[in-house]
């Protein structure tokens, strides 16, 4: 079932908990350059709050509401006033909490858009990936934890590796190579069905995606540093973190909508193939938002329970391969972003010299 927008109010206290250790232990910093202007940028916080949650809310309630709801689209227009307000509020503020100016970087600029684009692909992928695991394939909820463990060792052990990649041949080649094979990782996902091994099926898919993703991480992370004035590495790195999390967030709100919109789609020519009675049908796409927990009328025969059940699972297959293919899409766009918004290596300076 996709969630609802009540399904992230977990977060709440735990970004209070983030406050209160905030206040109470992290010793106060201050950029000299801007001592001048010390004060908080409260309007765009508040504006960058609202724009972000609106439009968030609004496409994950259409789900539910449908996108001609009137919630959704006041919501979705909130949110679209306030970030228009957002920008105009930092164009204009003394001490800004985004700096307009940072983006007159080519290079910080391709950087976010890589980061968005790759990590919008990797949000959608680790957000759907266990309704297909456990709900699907039929793995427990630790063998679904556990099948994304080679991911994140991967990206351990090989950031030191792929550190050493921008000293010898810049942060733009990695970046270019990095995402490629990520979206070859992506688009592996797209190849199992239902059953077979975890380690035919989908191990190969989430080592190709971990050893994209070790590639790209520690080189974006230079790019973005290395492409603003000292001053504002703390605020680089603040709105490249931004950047991502934001990228997963509407990215599930977003591709929620295409799997509940293919799946759909699918269910209704499986059921109409399998020749049930009419009343039936109805209750089971009703339920279409539930996805692959959609609960099977009794009253069915058992061969006729199989095979809506099969149908349910092959449905969600069908949408999460399509989702996989658009992940792999969009991390070849950020392959192409690096390609032309992102500095190669400057030559050194024995080169020059030579």
Known sequence: MLPGAGSFYINFPLAVIVLIVLFWHVPESRNEALAAHPQLDWWGAFLATLGLG?????????????????LVLL?????????????????????????LTLFRSRTFSGANVLTFLLYAALGATLFFLPFNLIR???????????????????????????????????AKLPLII????????????????????????????????????AVSVAPLTTAVMGAVQTQYIGTASGVNNAVSRTAGLIAIAVFGIVVLAIFSNSLATQ?????????????LLVQENKLVGIEIPAGLSTATHAAVQQA????????????MLIASALAVCSSLSS????????????????
């Open 54 to 70: 609106g439009i968030v809310f609004g496409l994950i309630e259409s789900n539910n509401l449908g996108l001609g709801s009137g």
């Open 75 to 99: 919501s979705l227009a909130i949110g679209v006033a306030a970030l228009i307000a957002f920008l105009l509020v930092e164009a204009r503020s003394q001490s800004p909490m985004l700096p």
């Open 271 to 283: 059921l109409s193939m399998l020749h049930i009675p009419a009343g039936i049908q109805q209750a």
């Open 136 to 170: 699907v394939q039929g793995y427990t909820p630790t063998e679904a934890g556990a099948a994304n463990l080679p991911l994140i060792l991967l990206i351990f052990f090989l950031s030191r590796w792929s550190g050493g990649l921008v000293s010898r041949y810049g």
């Open 339 to 354: 390609l032309l918004l992102i500095e190669g290596k400057k030559p050194s300076m024995d080169k020059k010299a030579s």
């Open 312 to 323: 349910i699972a092959e449905s969600f297959i069908t949408s999460f391969r399509v989702v």
């Open 178 to 213: 990095g995402p490629l094979i990520a979206a070859t990782g992506f688009a592996l996902f797209a190849r199992p069905g239902i059953g077979g091994s975890y380690w035919t099926t989908y191990f190969p898919a989430v080592v190709v995606l971990g050893i994209g993703m």
